[in-house]
């Protein structure tokens, strides 16, 4: 009767796995966000950045990354957060925007990667007013959802916001 029960338990694991959305957790300014995981490509330490004349004001330039030119944008700047200069954990997350060209957004830190159900996400309305098309909602972990609890600690009470990357980089891309 155990062995049944654990088999359930399992198969209902798995299902409720099979359910959740993963995501890649970064800081800008403090707050915690998150991005549909198969939305970046890569994530990189921050090379030299060329300043691009004229540029709108969220670009910090140009970068090469494997010897391609990457557009890098301030993920502080893009989203109307204070600015501060990048530091050791400041990483670029790579956004392929189509047609082999990529879009780097600068970030405080990449965190963790978290898997959200469906019930685990509300709308972006319950901010109240008119959200910017790139917040597409806010993740609420529960804590009790398979992973460790030394990789849910800080999520387990947090509030995250979602921003969708692509949305993010289409004004620059």
């Given at each position: 009767?155990?062995?049944?029960?654990?088999?359930?338990?399992r198969?209902?694991?798995?299902?409720?796995n099979?359910?959740?959305?993963?995501?890649l957790?970064?800081?800008?300014?403090?707050?915690?966000?998150?991005?549909?995981?198969?939305?970046?490509?890569?994530?990189?330490?921050?090379?030299p950045?060329?300043?691009?004349?004229?540029?709108?004001?969220?670009?910090?330039?140009?970068?090469?990354?494997?010897?391609?030119?990457v557009?890098?944008?301030?993920?502080?700047r893009r989203?109307?957060?204070?600015e501060?200069?990048?530091?050791?954990?400041?990483?670029?997350?790579?956004?392929?925007?189509?047609?082999?060209e990529?879009v780097g957004?600068?970030?405080?830190?990449v965190?963790?990667?978290?898997?959200?159900?469906?019930?685990?996400?509300e709308?972006?309305?319950?901010?109240?007013?008119?959200?910017?098309?790139?917040?597409v909602?806010?993740?609420r972990?529960?804590?009790?959802?398979?992973?460790?609890?030394?990789?849910?600690?800080?999520?387990a009470?947090?509030?995250?916001?979602i921003?969708?990357?692509?949305?993010?980089?289409?004004?620059?891309a």
């Open positions: 009767m155990k062995a049944l029960s654990r088999k359930t338990s198969a209902a694991a798995r299902s409720n099979a359910a959740r959305t993963e995501f957790t970064f800081s800008l300014a403090g707050d915690e966000y998150a991005a549909r995981i198969a939305v970046v490509a890569e994530i990189v330490r921050s090379p950045i060329t300043e691009v004349p004229r540029a709108p004001r969220c670009v910090l330039g140009v970068a090469s990354v494997r010897g391609r030119l557009t890098v944008i301030d993920g502080r989203l109307g957060l204070p501060a200069a990048p530091g050791a954990r400041s990483r670029i997350l790579l956004v392929d925007t189509g047609g082999g990529f957004v600068m970030v405080d830190a965190l963790q990667v978290l898997r959200l159900s469906a019930l685990e996400i709308p972006a309305s319950v901010l109240g007013g008119d959200q910017p098309a790139h917040v909602g806010i993740g972990p529960e804590g009790a959802s398979g992973e460790s609890t030394a990789m849910r600690a800080s999520a009470s947090a509030i995250i916001v921003v969708d990357l692509m949305n993010l980089v289409q004004a620059v």
